[in-house]
């Protein structure tokens, strides 16, 4: 009878370390990209700046 309620239990448990797991893992990808596109938004403004000033200098 103990049988069950074990298993119960670790599929339980199994399924909210999945759980958990999977929401850490979307938080952590979630900030990946977030540091992504801020690096990328970074690098586009950095570089048209710095046509910005050659063809300026270039004049």
């Known amino acids: ?4 309620v ?3 239990f670790v599929f339980c448990t199994s399924q909210l370390g999945a759980a958990v797991m999977w929401t850490a893992l979307a938080a ?3 900030e990946a990209l977030v ?4 690096a990328t938004v970074l690098a586009v403004v950095t570089r ?3 046509i910005e000033i050659l063809s300026y200098l270039c004049e």
């Open 1 to 4: 009878m103990g049988q069950p």
């Open 48 to 50: 048209n700046l710095f």
């Open 6 to 8: 074990m298993w119960t």
């Open 35 to 38: 540091a992504t596109n801020m």
């Open 28 to 30: 952590f990808a979630g």
